[in-house]
């Protein structure tokens, strides 16, 4: 089977592409040159695409290189939702970015990459998300508002990490939104647990469902480096899951969000993004394999499957890779300790260490560094581009 792999810096697929069997599947990996991937295995093929020094251009530069796009068939894996969006907001023809993207239907052009889109295609269908409704301008939103009822979550059209998003708890939080936020999402505040939903689906049959409790985040509404994988005694959203596959045809990862309302006895489901987030690689932690995932036959009831987890639960840790994250002024004692743990594992807990030990000794002392030695040498090191050198080689040997 041929796999392509498409994002800028890859940091979504690093520990995924593995998982995907490159030893029986042609895999390519597509990305900016400062990707991840750009030091090439043989694992995979790596297409650098756009200028070394702007990433941030790279869906552009991706969208003008006809060539490479006619070349694109099999499974496509994005790992971004801004490169989904734009290439279902470009200029392709409607066929084409469904032949691209992982869907199956126009409609699912307007989801793609879009919480608006999302939510306008949720309440047609009747699915089980919180109540949301879409506002296109400030006007709008001052006036829908005062009917739908405070608190709530506003999201913008676009955007991850909980970086667009905020709790509204009266009128007066609705000054300050961006412009740029816009369309935006209001969505009802279920006052309940949080659960991620790792999903994967193939051309429109939900094939695998994992759940995990998010223990501890980088930031606030942000991605999490520390769940718990478990499995509900009931989850009443699955019609809705089920249905969003058949009726989108998604096909892939897919990074949901859901909400158990103890009130109501039910779970909602807020949020749904058609690609991989840095955890979906742990189906193959959790009993599966990719190729038992994509088979192109199936039984009756066979599927959505689950994890296997002899004691029902069990404890995930992912260590990051990132240099800023490790040496967080709030989050560095606990990926020591997390270093720590990995090499004395207890059991029900994974830890998923990206980094070797010696490196984090490295690091490790360029934090105590920090802490020992005066502000003013600090500064004169910066000044004069010593402390930049220095990052760049941390940022090299911790790939």
Known sequence: MKIFLISAHGFNLIKLLP?????????????CPKSIFAKNDKQYRFIPIGNHDNCGAFTTELLANTALLETLEGWIIYGDDSTLYEIAHS?????????????????????????????????KYKWKVPH????????????????????????????????????II???????????????????AIEGT??????????????????????????????????????????????????????????????????????????FIFEMDMRPNAWHFLFSKLGHTIGELTRETS???????????P???????????????????????????????????KANEIVIDQISLGRYVAMFAVKIASIVLPARMIQALRKKGIAYTIYQVLAKISR
């Open 19 to 31: 998982t995907l069997e490159p030893e029986t599947n042609e895999i390519t990996v597509i990305g």
């Open 132 to 167: 949301s409704l879409v506002c296109t301008s400030p006007e709008d939103l001052k006036r829908t508002s005062t009917t739908f009822g405070f608190p709530f979550y506003l999201k913008a059209d676009q955007g991850g990490g909980g970086t667009q998003v905020r709790k």
């Open 311 to 345: 004691n029902g639960y069990v404890y995930v840790h992912i260590i990051s890779r990132h240099i800023g994250q490790l040496l967080n002024k709030r989050l560095w004692r606990k990926y020591w300790l997390l270093a720590l743990s990995s090499r004395t594992k």
């Open 299 to 309: 039984s009756p009831e066979e599927f959505p499957l689950l994890p296997i987890m």
């Open 194 to 267: 949080e659960c991620g939903l790792g999903a994967f689906f193939w051309y429109g049959e939900l094939r695998f469902i994992d759940f995990a409790d998010q223990l501890e985040a980088t930031e606030k509404l942000g991605p999490t480096y520390r769940r718990r994988v478990f499995i509900p005694e009931s989850f009443d959203a699955l019609d809705s899951l089920q249905d969003m596959g058949r009726v989108l045809g998604i096909h892939g990862f897919v990074n949901a969000s859901t909400m158990y309302d103890p009130q109501r006895k039910s779970y």
């Open 170 to 188: 009266d009128s007066a939080a609705l000054a300050d939104i961006p412009e740029h936020w816009f369309p935006v999402v209001i969505q009802e």
């Open 91 to 123: 200029s392709l023809s409607a066929e084409r970015k469904i032949e691209i993207l992982p869907i199956g239907s126009i409609e699912a052009l307007s989801v793609v990459g879009s919480k608006a889109g999302f939510t306008q295609v949720s309440n």
